[in-house]
C-alpha cells in the first residue's frame, strides 16, 4: 500500500505555488479585495489549465482527478487566491460531466476549458435553504431566489431548483436579476440571484448526480480551509520565533508553543483526511458524500479553532491590517458556511 | 445568604425603569465620542445620577453617596433594556479614575469635569512596537529640559488616537532605573507640535486605532501624574478596572437575549434554529457560561460589601473568561444566520448593522488587548494559585 501523492501531484501543485507567490503575492490580493480586476490572474490559471482540471481531454480538459482538484484548492486557500475555482473549475464541469447532456457537454466543457466562459453556482436551495431563497421551475423556466452563489462574476451559472433538479443560466438571461453581495470574505465575490420566469436549460440527468456534484464542491470548499489554515500556522511559527518579549523567542514561552503544537496537532490529520475523501471519489464513489461532508465538516471546526488561534499568536499584529492575516481568517469563515455549515452536514451524514 | 436587595433597593429599581421607559427614544444606539447626541445622552444620565454616579459635583460628577448595589441596579437595567449606558471611552473608564485616586487637586479640577461631558476625549498610549505584553521595557523616552519634558519615542495600537483631544501615556523618564522605576505618567495635548498620528486599519476594516510618533515634543512638567519614576504603580492602579470593563456579563446577558431571539426568527429549510438539537444545546452551554459570569460577578460585588469575603480569584479570571465567552457567543450567531452571517457592510441581508460579524471580530481583538488570554493565564496561575514563577522571567 502506498497512502502518498505522486511525482505528477506535486508537480502540479507547484507550478500553482510558482504562480501565485510570483503573480499574487499580498499587496496583490489586497488591491482585488479592494475592487480591483483579477482579469490576468484567471488568464494565468486558465493557462496553468485550473479549469479544465477536471474536464476530460476530449473537451479539451486535462482529464485529472477529484484528488487534484482537492490539491489545487488547497493551494488557492493557502494563497487566499482571489480567483473562481470551485464553482468555475469544480462544480460546473462536474455537473456537465455527470447530469448533462452529450450536447450540453460539446458546448460548455470547452470553453470553460479555455477560459471563454465562467460559470458561477447557485446551490443553496439545496444545503439548508434560508427564508426568501428558493426555486420553483414551471414551464422549464425559473422563478424565486438563490443567495450566495459562488463564483458569483461569471457568464452564467449552475442552479439547484428546490427539487432535485439542475439548470444552466445565462448571466444575461431575461428575467434574472443579479445582486452582488458584500460578505467579510474580499477575495471571493458571492451573489443573490433573482429568478422572475427566466429562461432555463435543465441538466438531464441531475437527479442521481446531485449527491456526488455537491460533494465535490464541498471537499474543494474544504480543502481551501486546509491550506488557509496551513498557511496561518505557518505565520505564527515564524512569527513566535521572531518576536522578542521580556527578552526572548516568545516561541519560548511554553504557552505559545502550545498553542502552536495544538494547531499542529488538530490540523495535520486533516491533511490525510483530504487525499482519502478526495481520493474516494475514484475509488469509493458510494462514499465519497459522506467522507466529503464529514472532512468538511471536521476542517471548519480545525479552521476556526486555527484562525483564532494563530491570530492570537500575533498578538495585536493579528488584529491590524498589517500583516493581513485576516483575510486568510475570514476565507476559513466564508468556507464554513457555504454549501452546509458543520452542523448541517453532520446531521446529513448521521442519518 | 440573602438576595434580596431590600425595599428600597426595589424602589429604585422601580424608578430606573420608570425613567427609561420615558427617555429611551432619546438614546443612541451606540453611544460615541463626539457625537451631539451621545454627549446630550450624557448630560442627562449624569443629571439623573446614573452615569458618574459616586463622582463629585464639583468635577462634574452626579455626587450621589456611594451605594454598589444602586450603581448594579442601574447597569442591570439599562442592560436588560438594551439601552445605552452613556459614553465610555478610556477617558471614563480608566483616566477619570486614577485622577480621584492620585491626581493633583488642580488635575482633578482641570480633566474631569470635561471628561466626564464628552467634551475632551483620550487616548491611552501605553503599548509600543516592542512592548506590549511587556509592557514595562517600553522605550518612549521623556527629558526634562528646563518646565518641560520633551518626548521621543513610538506608540501603536492606539485606539481613537486620531479623535482624542488628549493622550494620557507611560514614557520612560529614568533610563539608569531598573525597568518597572523609570517609569512616568504622563497627560498630553494631541494637538503639541511634534506629534504624528498614522491610523491602521484592523481586521473589522475600521480605522479605529493609530501608531502615534512622538519627535521632541514638548509636554510642561506639571502634566505628571503621581511621581517621577511611579508611572507603573499609576497605572495599575487602574489596570483592573480596564480589565474589568471589558468583560461585562450583563452586556453578554442581553447579547444572549438577542441571540436567542434570532433563533427564533431563523429559520433553515423552513425549520427554526432554535428547534435544531444541535444548535439549541450550543446555545445552553452559552447561556450556562454567562449565568456562571453574572453570578460570579454577584460575588465579587458581595466581596465589596462584606468584610471576610475573599473574591480575589474569583475577579482574576474575568477578563478571560468575559472576553472569550463574548467571542464564542457571537460566533454561534452567525453560524446561527449562516451564509447570511457572513453579510459585512453594504450587504442588504445584514442584520443588526453587522454587529454580530463585528463583535465575533472586535471581541477576539479584546482576547489580546488589556493584556492576551495566554498573560491572563499567568496571572490567574502565579498570583492567583500560588505557582512558582518562570524563572528567567523573574529577573527580567
Ligand atoms: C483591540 C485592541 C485595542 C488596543 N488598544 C490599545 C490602546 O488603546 N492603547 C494601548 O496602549 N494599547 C492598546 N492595545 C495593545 C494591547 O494592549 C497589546 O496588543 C497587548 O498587550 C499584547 O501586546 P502585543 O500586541 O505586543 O503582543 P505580544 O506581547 O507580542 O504577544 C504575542 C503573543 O505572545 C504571547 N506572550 C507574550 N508574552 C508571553 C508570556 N510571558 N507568556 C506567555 N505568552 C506570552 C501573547 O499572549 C501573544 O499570544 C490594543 C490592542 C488591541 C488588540
Redesign the pocket.
Known amino acids: 500500500m502506498e497512502f502518498g501523492l505522486s511525482a505528477e501531484q506535486r508537480l502540479l501543485t507547484d507550478s500553482v505555488v510558482r504562480y501565485l507567490r510570483d503573480l499574487a503575492p499580498l499587496s496583490r490580493v489586497r488591491q482585488i479585495a479592494d475592487g480591483g480586476r483579477a482579469d490576468d490572474l484567471i488568464a494565468g490559471i486558465t493557462e496553468l489549465g485550473l479549469p479544465a482540471l477536471l474536464i476530460e481531454d476530449t473537451h479539451g480538459g486535462v482529464g485529472l482527478t477529484a484528488l487534484d482538484a482537492c490539491l489545487v484548492a488547497e493551494v488557492l486557500g493557502y494563497h487566499v487566491a482571489p480567483v473562481p475555482f470551485v464553482a468555475n473549475a469544480v462544480i460546473a464541469p462536474t455537473a456537465l460531466r455527470l447530469a448533462g447532456s452529450p450536447t450540453q457537454q460539446r458546448a460548455y466543457l470547452p470553453k470553460i476549458a479555455a477560459g471563454e466562459m465562467i460559470f458561477g453556482a447557485g446551490l443553496s436551495s439545496r444545503t439548508g435553504a434560508r427564508a426568501g431563497t428558493g426555486v420553483h421551475v414551471r414551464n422549464g423556466r425559473l422563478s424565486g431566489a438563490t443567495r450566495f452563489v459562488l463564483d458569483f462574476a461569471a457568464d452564467a451559472y449552475i442552479i439547484a431548483d428546490s427539487d432535485a433538479g439542475l439548470h444552466i443560466v445565462m448571466a444575461d438571461a431575461a428575467g434574472l436579476e443579479r445582486r452582488a453581495l458584500e460578505t467579510i470574505d474580499r477575495t471571493r465575490p458571492i451573489g443573490e440571484l433573482i429568478f422572475t420566469d427566466t429562461p432555463a436549460e435543465p441538466l438531464p440527468n441531475a437527479a442521481g448526480a446531485f449527491a456526488t456534484i455537491l460533494a465535490l464542491g464541498r471537499a474543494a470548499l474544504a480543502a481551501d480551509t486546509l491550506g488557509a489554515a496551513q498557511y496561518m500556522l505557518d505565520q505564527a511559527v515564524d512569527y ?1 520565533k521572531q ?1 522578542h ?2 527578552g526572548r523567542p ?1 516561541g519560548s ?1 511554553q ?2 508553543k502550545h ?1 502552536c503544537a495544538e494547531m499542529a496537532a488538530n490540523l495535520e490529520p486533516t491533511r490525510a483526511f483530504m487525499w482519502y475523501a478526495g481520493n474516494s471519489f475514484a475509488a469509493l464513489p458510494d462514499e465519497a458524500p459522506r467522507l466529503a461532508s464529514h472532512f468538511k465538516a471536521h476542517i471548519s471546526e480545525v479552521g476556526t479553532f486555527v484562525a483564532k488561534t494563530a491570530t ?6 493579528g ?1 491590524t491590517d498589517l500583516v493581513g492575516l485576516h483575510y486568510w481568517f475570514k476565507r476559513i469563515g466564508f468556507n464554513r458556511q457555504m454549501l452546509g455549515s458543520p452542523e448541517r452536514l453532520r446531521e446529513d451524514v448521521s442519518g | 445568604m440573602d438576595l434580596t436587595y431590600g425595599p428600597e433597593y426595589d424602589a429604585f429599581r422601580a424608578e430606573v425603569q420608570a425613567f427609561l421607559a420615558a427617555n429611551r427614544a432619546h438614546a443612541p444606539a451606540d453611544a460615541r465620542p463626539k457625537d451631539p447626541a451621545s454627549i446630550r445622552w450624557q448630560a442627562r444620565l449624569i443629571a439623573q445620577g446614573y452615569t458618574a454616579r459616586i463622582i463629585p459635583a464639583a468635577y462634574g460628577g452626579a455626587g450621589r453617596p456611594p451605594d454598589i448595589l444602586k450603581s448594579r441596579i442601574i447597569a442591570e437595567e439599562f442592560a436588560s433594556a438594551g439601552v445605552s449606558m452613556g459614553l465610555g471611552g ?1 477617558g471614563i473608564s480608566m483616566l477619570v479614575p486614577t485622577l480621584l485616586e492620585v491626581g493633583t487637586e488642580a488635575q482633578r479640577a482641570q480633566f474631569i469635569a470635561p471628561t466626564l461631558r464628552g467634551d475632551m476625549v483620550w ?5 509600543e512596537p516592542g ?5 514595562a521595557s517600553l522605550r518612549t523616552s521623556a527629558i526634562v529640559d528646563g518646565d518641560d519634558f520633551v518626548i521621543n519615542g513610538q ?6 488616537a486620531h479623535i482624542a483631544d488628549w493622550m494620557f501615556c507611560l514614557v520612560r523618564t529614568e533610563p539608569q532605573a531598573p525597568k518597572h522605576d523609570g517609569i512616568s505618567f504622563l497627560l498630553l495635548r494631541m494637538d503639541t507640535p511634534g506629534i504624528e498620528i498614522r491610523p491602521l486599519i ?1 481586521m473589522t476594516m475600521n480605522r ?2 493609530n501608531e502615534v510618533f512622538f519627535t521632541d515634543v514638548r509636554v510642561p512638567v506639571t502634566q505628571i501624574v503621581g511621581k517621577r519614576g511611579d508611572g507603573w504603580k499609576v497605572a495599575n492602579v487602574i489596570l483592573k478596572n480596564e480589565r474589568d470593563s471589558l468583560s461585562n456579563p450583563n452586556a453578554a446577558l442581553a447579547r444572549l437575549n438577542a441571540l436567542r431571539d434570532i433563533m427564533r426568527e431563523e429559520t433553515i429549510d423552513g425549520d427554526r434554529l432554535i428547534d435544531k438539537p444541535a444548535f439549541r444545546d450550543r446555545l445552553m452551554r452559552i447561556e450556562g457560561r454567562v449565568m456562571a459570569l453574572l453570578f460570579n460577578d454577584l460575588r465579587v460585588l458581595s466581596s465589596q460589601l462584606n468584610h471576610g469575603q475573599d473574591a480575589s480569584l474569583a475577579r482574576m479570571v474575568v477578563k478571560l473568561q468575559g472576553t472569550e465567552l463574548r467571542h464564542e457567543l457571537e460566533r454561534l450567531a452567525i453560524d446561527v444566520m449562516g451564509e447570511n452571517g457572513l453579510a459585512y457592510g453594504s450587504n442588504p441581508y445584514l442584520r443588526d448593522r453587522g454587529s454580530w460579524q463585528y463583535a465575533y471580530m ?1 471581541y477576539l ?2 482576547i ?8 491572563q493565564k ?1 496571572i490567574i496561575a502565579e498570583r492567583g494559585l500560588g505557582l512558582p514563577r ?1 524563572s528567567k ?1 523573574a529577573t527580567a
Not at chain 2, 512592548?131 to 509592557?135: K, V, W
Not at chain 2, 506608540?155 to 481613537?160: A, F, M, N
Open positions: 513566535a518576536r518579549q521580556f516568545i514561552f504557552a505559545v498553542m492570537e499568536v500575533h498578538g495585536g499584529m488584529f | 478610556q487616548c491611552q498610549g501605553y503599548s512592548a506590549g505584553s511587556d509592557l506608540k501603536i495600537w492606539t485606539s481613537t484592523d479605529n486605532f472586535f481583538g479584546l489580546i488587548g488589556g493584556g492576551t488570554s495566554q498573560i499567568n518562570e522571567l
